[in-house]
Nanobody
Framework: QVQLVESGGGMVQTGGSLRLSCQAS????????MGWFRQSPGKEREFVAA???????DYADSVKGRFTISRDNAKNTVYLQMNSLKPEDTANYYC?????????????????WGQGTQVTVSS
């Protein structure tokens, strides 16, 4: 049974930092690409960042230079380090994984999703 459990969300002021974690289980994490997405009320879910099984990364333009995605295969965990946070980063953040292993850092085609963790950035 695949499980993705996010943690690390919270409330910070503009310019602050947070690190999100996603603990994965139920699939071959080391050979699976992982992604982070976010959704705020009234908006569609949007891609934030992805990391391939080999460690290649991709970022949305809106977070490039501020967010860093990384993975620890020994812990089956993917992280999202978020710096220089802005009020427009406020959203529920989800991690996701595709069924197919050996994928590149992709922006779509995810099959498994976590429940999300809320990030609120106050001005």
């Amino acid at each position: 049974q695949v499980q993705l459990v996010e943690s690390g969300g919270g409330m910070v002021q503009t310019g602050g930092s947070l690190r999100l974690s996603c603990q994965a289980s139920g699939f071959a994490f080391p050979i699976t690409a992982m992604g982070w997405f976010r959704q705020s009320p009234g908006k569609e879910r949007e891609f934030v960042a992805a990391i391939s099984w080999t460690g290649d990364t991709d970022y949305a333009d809106s977070v490039k230079g501020r967010f860093t995605i990384s993975r620890d295969n020994a812990k089956n965990t993917v992280y999202l380090q978020m710096n220089s946070l802005k009020p427009e980063d406020t959203a529920n953040y989800y991690c996701a994984a595709p069924k197919k292993p050996f994928s590149t850092a992709r922006r779509d085609g995810y099959d498994y999703w976590g429940q999300g963790t809320q990030v609120t950035v106050s001005s």
